[in-house]
Nanobody, 122 residues
Framework: QVQLVESGGGLVQAGGSLRLSCAAS????????MGWFRQAPGKEREFVAA????????WYTDSVKGRFTISRDYGKNAGYLQMNSLKPEDTAVYYC???????????????WGQGTRVTVSS
């Protein structure tokens, strides 16, 4: 069993940065791929970024490439999403997830956090 808790969201001006954290409990977290998804008001939850269990491969949706960086710290049993050059269209609730045999789809993840809200003002 893995429990995930996100933090680090908030209100930031366009062009600013935030670092989201995903604290995991459970010894098996390091054996799972980790993903970040987001859900804007009135929209479906969408893929943002993912990283393999070994951190050897990362994926990003096109709209965040070059601005966001996903990483994980095995010693702290945590994952991160560094978000730079934020835009108003990045405004959403951000969720971390563990599992992901198909890292791009929500249904393949076994565990989800409760989400952290990111608001980017113009």
């Amino acid at each position: 069993q893995v429990q995930l808790v996100e933090s680090g969201g908030g209100l930031v001006q366009a062009g600013g940065s935030l670092r989201l954290s995903c604290a995991a409990s459970g010894r098996t977290f390091s054996s799972y791929a980790m993903g970040w998804f987001r859900q804007a008001p009135g929209k479906e939850r969408e893929f943002v970024a993912a990283i393999t269990w070994s951190s050897s491969i990362t994926w990003y949706t096109d709209s965040v490439k070059g601005r966001f960086t996903i990483s994980r710290d095995y010693g702290k049993n945590a994952g991160y999403l560094q978000m730079n050059s934020l835009k108003p269209e990045d405004t959403a609730v951000y969720y971390c997830a563990a599992g992901g045999f198909d890292v791009f789809t929500t249904t393949s993840y076994n565990y989800w956090g409760q989400g952290t809200r990111v608001t980017v003002s113009s």
